[in-house]
DNA sequence: ATATTGACGGGCA
DNA sequence: GTGCCCGCCAATA
């Protein structure tokens, strides 16, 4: 790794997430900080938030990745929360309001 | 180098 | 359950 790379912070730390968030099953959803845990990074859920923020790749299912309260994401990236609310649904994903999915049903227990 | 911002989380009212 | 404050971390208006 070159030295560039490691002041780029977390290059790796990047693809960590984009893997993480792959392995969110179809149907349920997690949190930034949970994803952030999951990593070895704690206090890393901001980090989680920027990274998918700045990219939305096809292949990385961030719609699935909600905040602790179940809260869609204030400005996804596409359509607003329209469009990841509407991903959610089409994937089976209850929700409580227009805007926070049902964390007690669909939040990924991982393992 | 400092200040501000943001797709966050925990604690408390 | 919701809202406010504060702490945390990285990017930058």
Same mark, same amino acid.
């Given at each position: 790794?070159?030295? @560039?790379?490691? #002041?780029?912070?977390?290059?790796?730390?990047?693809?960590? !997430?984009?893997?993480?968030?792959?392995?969110? +099953?179809?149907?349920?959803?997690?949190?930034?900080?949970?994803?952030?845990?999951?990593?070895?990074? +704690?206090?890393?859920?901001?980090?989680?938030?920027? @990274?998918?923020?700045?990219?939305? &790749? $096809?292949?990385? +299912?961030?719609?699935? !990745?909600?905040?602790?309260?179940? &809260?869609?994401? +204030?400005?996804? #990236?596409?359509?607003? @929360?329209?469009?990841?609310?509407?991903?959610?649904?089409?994937?089976? $994903? *209850?929700?409580i309001? *227009?805007?926070h999915?049902?964390?007690? *049903?669909?939040?990924? *227990?991982?393992?």
């Amino acid at each position: 790794m070159t030295q @560039m790379q490691q #002041a780029t912070g977390d290059a790796n730390f990047r693809e960590k !997430v984009f893997r993480q968030v792959k392995k969110i +099953p179809k149907g349920k959803v997690s949190t930034y900080g949970q994803v952030a845990l999951l990593l070895g990074k +704690p206090r890393g859920a901001r980090e989680v938030g920027w @990274m998918l923020h700045s990219n939305d &790749r $096809v292949d990385v +299912p961030c719609h699935r !990745v909600v905040d602790r309260t179940g &809260r869609l994401a +204030p400005n996804f #990236a596409f359509d607003g @929360m329209a469009e990841q609310r509407r991903r959610l649904v089409n994937e089976g $994903v *209850k929700f409580i309001d *227009k805007i926070h999915v049902d964390l007690e *049903k669909h939040l990924w *227990k991982s393992r």
